[in-house]
């Protein structure tokens, strides 16, 4: 039997993840346009680059994609500080002074150990080469007495090949401008090479998919963008909304829910008019959540709706038009 | 042996991704060329100082006229005249045959009616239905993010341990009282751009919004603070989005201030009001704030007189990272 090819693993189009709440994955109902991109960066082996608004699933394909394939899932959220170091390898010189420090209190050697022992690895070490990233530094005793770092992330293990991992690089467009340049080398070679000259590459006997989420907040080099195979999360239609609002809360009271999404559109048009950012599908769950606890009939005169509009919906600080538009029809 | 570098996404991975993934509709198929970029839709698209300022100019236009200008100068008399053109050819005597044909005239009602519009009365293009002509931009999409990093980096204290400090503390036998750190430059304090709506900056307004949304597409739009004046930066302000009275410019201590003017140029009745500017030059250098200065008129329009803490960069598609990050020496001279 030939092995199934990784792309094959995706599943189908609307074909829904049902979550994991040990792990507290929500459930995610994957998109026509998710599934062929994600075919597509399987195929090609290149990143996926994923764009959308916030709150509108970016982060949760790559966990719902890892959980439904059974592939080894790590993230790394980049901030403004983070560096191309941090991503791959970093020498933590603190603990390397300390024990030199103590070496020579004690007057002896044995207190340091070998270069290696100091590196850090990265989200990119752990994805690439496991097995290195987990022992590197450790003596041939220790690997024997099976001694090894823990993965950052969640590990699992498919009962037939082929074997992967997802990584996720979350919100690339809050790192300064110069990282998605410096993220070519090591997206493009998938390796990089170690400070004491070693090279590390990803292992050919396992998958890897590298996610990464932009919110558009900046916008990327195009060398950048030119590798990646790019995917634009649109909002959901209202029926969409409906079929996601009833996989994660399943009892959900149809009509409400419906509702919900009409006023999700009303709302969306409103906050493009006043050129601020339309409530995401987060937020729309959101609402759903808390009109079920609170079983809040949708209406501009019920009190409850109308701070639950405010608080989940339009959020504090916006303008209220769309709460004083019904209002005023309602009267 | 380093893996060799895949490069760009190429035509060859689009057939290939079509031969493995065999879509069978010509919608999934623009589906797969979208997501590799092969759709055929556009994209979602201080006081008076005797010190210069320093002056970011591309000098090569310069010297190629320059040049240019010398080497007429050194042209002996004599060539002046322009160089004859070459001999024409021979061709051999023929005569060709004519392949056109005479066609019979249509009488008039022959011709399609004229349409009403030509004999209506004038109506406004409908603004909405037209296409936006492209736009060249006075800072290139390939140039833009490199300068406006140079521009507006400010140094912090990075989390990578200057060891090198810490080995010269150490065998001085003394304790740092702090970890010394390696500065890194960081692009986090964003700006403040203050942009010239005056009327001399007339055939500029439209690069002006162009520029500020260029600072957003690099910066973030929550780093990019966009303030406008009319001929002093020091009365620049914003209108809050929710409405109301505009926000008066205040310079924010470390925060980088650029500033999109002509200095009045080339309307030769606005003079450059020295006075405020050199005020607004203070503000900035008493805050802290790094203080650049886009000019899009060449040099000879530029103030000399504002003092070392503002930079004057020329606003052309020339001007380079790499112009911004030499730095004059002590006299304003140019590094050679």
């Known amino acids: 039997m030939s092995k199934q090819a990784s792309w094959e693993l995706v599943p189908a189009a609307n074909a829904c993840f049902a979550g994991d709440p040990d792990r507290k994955i929500d459930p995610y109902l994957f998109s026509a346009e998710a599934v062929t991109a994600l075919r597509v960066a399987l195929a090609t082996q290149r990143p996926l680059l994923v764009e959308g608004l916030p709150g509108c699933g970016k982060t949760c394909l790559a966990e719902a994609l890892a959980a439904e394939i059974g592939w080894t899932f790590l993230c790394e959220t980049i901030t403004s500080r983070t560096r191309l170091e941090k991503l791959t390898v970093e020498v933590d010189h603190l603990s390397r002074l300390h024990d030199a420090q103590r070496a020579a209190a004690i007057g002896g050697a044995p207190a340091l150990r070998a270069d290696e022992a100091y590196y850090r690895p990265g989200v990119f070490w752990w994805a690439f080469d496991r097995d290195s990233a987990s022992t590197h530094g450790l003596s041939a005793d220790a690997r024997q007495c099976g001694v090894c770092a823990a993965l950052p992330g969640i590990e699992r293990t498919r009962k037939a090949p082929p074997h992967g991992t997802v990584l996720l690089i979350d919100e690339i467009d809050k790192a300064e401008p110069d990282l998605p340049n410096d993220l070519l080398e090591p997206l493009d070679r998938r390796g990089f090479r170690l400070p004491n000259g070693k090279y590390v590459s990803a292992s050919p006997e396992r998958e890897l998919l590298t996610v990464i989420t932009t919110n558009g907040e900046r916008e990327l080099p195009q060398a950048f963008l030119r590798r990646c195979v790019r995917l634009v999360l649109d909002e959901p239609t209202p029926d969409r909304l409906v079929a996601i609002a009833r996989k994660h809360y399943d009892g959900a009271n149809r009509d409400r829910v419906e509702a919900l999404a009409a006023k999700m559109t009303e709302f969306r048009a409103k906050a493009r008019e006043m050129g601020r950012r339309p409530p995401g599908t987060s937020e729309f769950l959101d609402a759903v959540r808390a009109c079920e606890a609170l079983d809040v009939r949708i209406s501009a005169d019920d009190p409850v709706w109308r701070q639950v509009e405010r608080a989940v919906l339009l959020k504090p600080g916006e303008p209220e038009s769309a709460t004083k538009a019904d209002s005023e029809s309602a009267a | ?331 304003g001279a140019w590094p050679r």
């Open chain 2, 1 to 331: 042996m380093n893996p060799p570098r895949r490069g760009e996404i190429h035509l060859g991975e689009l057939l290939t991704v079509l031969a493995t993934l065999q879509p069978g509709d010509a919608a999934t198929a623009r589906a797969i060329a979208a997501s590799l970029g092969f759709g055929l839709s556009a994209a979602p698209d201080i006081a008076t100082s005797t010190k210069e300022s320093e002056r970011i100019y591309d000098r090569s236009q310069q010297r190629a006229r320059r040049q240019a200008s010398q080497m007429a100068a050194k042209k002996p008399s004599g060539f002046d005249a322009p160089p004859r053109s070459p001999a024409p050819v021979d061709l051999p005597a023929q005569k060709l045959r004519a392949t056109l044909q005479a066609i019979d005239p249509q009488s008039p009602s022959a011709f399609p009616e004229k349409p009403a519009w030509i004999s209506s009365g004038y109506q406004r293009l409908d603004l909405q239905r037209t296409i936006p002509l492209p736009r060249a931009s006075l800072f290139p999409a390939r140039t833009m993010r490199g300068v406006f990093t140079a521009a507006l980096s400010t140094p912090r204290a990075g989390e990578q341990l200057d060891v090198d400090a810490l080995l010269r503390h150490l065998i001085a036998g003394r304790l740092p009282r702090a970890l010394p750190r390696l500065p890194e430059e960081t692009l986090a304090r964003g700006c403040q751009l203050l942009l010239d709506f005056s009327d001399s900056m007339l055939p500029l307004w439209e690069d002006l919004r162009h520029l500020s949304q260029q600072f957003v597409d690099v910066l973030g739009r929550e780093r990019v603070s966009v303030f406008e004046f009319d001929t002093l930066p020091g009365d620049a302000h914003c209108w809050p989005p929710e409405g109301g009275d505009p926000v008066p410019w205040q310079p924010e201590p470390g925060r980088p201030v650029v500033v999109a003017t002509g200095f009045g140029a080339p309307d030769r009745r606005a003079r450059f009001a020295g006075d405020g500017w050199h005020d607004f030059v203070a503000r900035c250098a008493r805050q802290g704030s790094p203080l650049n200065i886009l000019i899009p008129w060449s040099p000879a329009c530029w103030p000399r007189d504002l003092g070392p803490h503002a930079r004057l960069v020329h606003w052309h598609e020339r001007t380079s990272a790499a112009m911004l990050s030499r730095r004059t020496d002590r006299a």
